[in-house]
């Protein structure tokens, strides 16, 4: 066969810290290796996206657009990748189209390089408006299949799938496999059949926490797959991915060759080995996330939709009913019209399930977002509700069947308006658009560092100096 060699994405920047220690790797963390990570030809570097918004201005007091912006002049060589969640972005929404847009522009013009669009449902409905953007600001657009198994998820659906992505405008396709439910030889078959329908890159994303990942990806990678997602050791396996090294050091000398230098990944793992140490001291990675937990192939719950269980459970003091939680959940996600369990989606059909059985009574008392699911506002579900659930949960609401995003007025002047008296910088409508509860917090913050430093520097410049 022709040699095809492998394409690597590095996740460590974004979905491993995220996996792992809840996206709590800060900037100054980062900085001092990324001259390393540049010399290393890899096909993008995952790095903003996803959580990592949040978490900047939740938790680590950063501007997630000066991380952005750092890292696009730490890593000049490199592509920039980030995860967003089609018309929610990275909040928990959907927003208009025009907030869309402005997003999609701003992380362009900060540095992005390839944008990985995916929707919860995989509803391409919710995938048009970020993609023409990203496609109009010449970014390269990965279109992303939600994995998941139920009985309407199957190879042919994914195939049209992957086929609307690419006419949507798609420049790869990922198979997003969020809770590590690829098996072996499902892997390849899927891959396969992809490769029949398109004719752009094939990247497979699969997250270890079954212990299927690597072989998953070995079988994906001979079936025709071009890029995988890994992480360097340290902060591979459990939750996270598999390991870069170990992927490079599989394929060295085959066909699949990644052309990566295991000696400048070493110096990479050294780095991150020392970090990963300080975080098992402080105990913000914690063991049940570093294992392997097989018990996903049964329950379909991702890691993060399972701390976050956890931690609902144990609020309530009730982590004695967490296999009961467990067993809920398939039955919720029927009810529910089989949605894929990935953000926010895990998070609505987590929380409902947690209600059930703390409450002792099925869909007693039902959350906003879970009547939001069931109207139509996340999208069409994979699979119809059922009219006497619809009715049981909605009363005599009527569900939605249009797009939901156009029945939402432009919002990008409103946010303007609301968030003026924070801003800094125009990035910061959309930070405040993400999170209005917690921006104004962290605005007030950095406002006032900002503030006192340019008054230090006002107080200097007026006082005389000697030369």
């Known amino acids: 066969m022709a040699k095809k060699p492998i394409k690597i994405t590095e996740v460590v920047l974004r979905d491993a810290h995220q996996s792992l220690l809840a996206t709590r790797m800060t900037m100054d963390e980062m900085r001092p290796i990324l001259p390393e990570m540049d010399k290393i030809p890899y096909f993008s570097v995952e790095c903003w996206g996803g959580a990592t918004f949040d978490s900047c201005i939740r938790f680590l007091d950063e501007d997630p657009w000066d991380r952005l912006r750092i890292l696009r002049k730490e890593l000049p060589h490199q592509k920039l990748q ?113 490769k029949e329908v398109v004719d752009i890159p094939v990247d497979i994303h699969s997250h270890y926490t079954a212990g299927l990942a690597s072989m998953s990806i070995l079988k994906g990678i001979e079936a025709g797959a071009d890029i995988v997602d890994t992480a360097i050791s340290p902060l591979s396996i459990g939750t996270s991915h598999m390991p870069t090294e170990s992927l490079v050091a599989a394929l060295q000398g085959t066909d699949y060759d990644t052309g990566l230098d295991l000696n400048q990944l070493n110096v990479v793992r050294s780095y991150f080995a020392k970090l990963r140490d300080k975080y098992v001291t402080s105990g913000q990675i914690s063991h049940k996330s570093l294992g392997v937990d097989a018990n996903t192939l049964l329950y379909q719950v991702p890691g993060g939709m399972f701390s976050n269980m956890l931690n609902q459970l144990k609020e309530a003091g009730k982590e004695d009913k967490l296999d009961e939680v467990l067993a809920e959940i398939p039955r919720v996600r029927e009810d529910a019209g089989y949605p894929p369990l990935v953000t926010p989606t895990s998070q609505i059909v987590g929380t ?43 009363g005599d609401e009527q569900p939605i069947t249009c797009r939901f995003a156009d029945t939402l007025e432009p919002e990008v002047e409103k946010l303007k308006a609301e968030a003026a008296k924070y801003v800094m910088q125009e990035e910061d409508v959309l930070t405040y658009a993400m999170f209005p509860q917690v921006a104004p917090k962290f605005f007030e913050k950095r406002n006032a560092k900002m503030q006192g430093i340019d008054a230090d520097h006002a107080d200097y410049a007026n006082k005389s100096h000697p030369v």
């Open 82 to 194: 980030m995860l967003f969640r089609g018309q929610n972005m990275l909040g928990y929404r959907p927003y208009a189209d025009d907030a869309v847009e402005y997003f999609v522009q701003k992380s362009v013009a900060n540095g992005i390089d390839v944008i990985r669009i995916f929707d919860a449902l995989n509803d391409a409905r919710n995938l048009q408006t970020a993609i023409k953007a990203a496609n109009k600001e010449g970014a390269h657009v990965q279109g992303c299949i939600s994995y998941t198994l139920s009985p309407v998820h199957n190879n042919e659906y994914y195939q049209q799938y992957a086929k609307t992505l690419q006419e949507m405008g798609a420049s790869s396709i990922c198979i997003k496999d969020m809770a590590g439910l690829l098996t072996p030889y499902a892997c390849s078959d899927l891959v396969s059949k992809l």
């Open 352 to 394: 409902q399930a947690v209600f059930n059985v703390i409450l002792g009574e099925r869909y007693k008392m039902v959350t906003k977002e879970f009547k939001g699911l069931v109207h139509g506002d996340y999208g069409k579900t994979p699979a119809p509700i059922s009219e006497e659930f619809t009715k049981k949960i909605l």
